[in-house]
């Protein structure tokens, strides 16, 4: 557990300070250092799934937030075991910037996070 790049936490890994400033959550174009943290301690997300986007294309993809949204969202239901739209909770995720999509970065990263407040147990399987 630490500091850890977000593209090499592994799935059903928990990470805290995910969350902005104020307290929101937002998608990144980012896979920058987070905290990486046991699920038994307060935490803002899980990684819930990990795959890359398919394009092999040099040009950055103008959807590729609607691409990793997507992909997230049904990777969720397999994860959590409820449907993103019949959950407490809420998606969100991380993908290529254009700057490292030229270096052939096309991985995105989806989380799970609690709409308010922190995450005590992990949410694999909890149909929360």
Known sequence: ?????????????????????????????SHGDILVVDCSVPYDSEVTARFDHPSTAAKYPASIQDAARTGCAQLFAEYVGVDIA??????TLAYPSAATWQSGDRSITC??????????????????
């Open 111 to 128: 989380l799970a996070s609690a709409a308010t407040g922190e995450l005590t147990t992990s949410v694999h399987g909890s149909r929360l």
């Open 1 to 29: 557990m630490g500091l850890a790049t977000l593209s090499d936490v592994e799935v059903g890994r928990c990470v805290d300070g995910w969350r902005d400033v104020d307290g929101t959550l937002t998608n990144r174009v």
């Open 86 to 91: 019949h959950s407490t909770l809420v998606a």
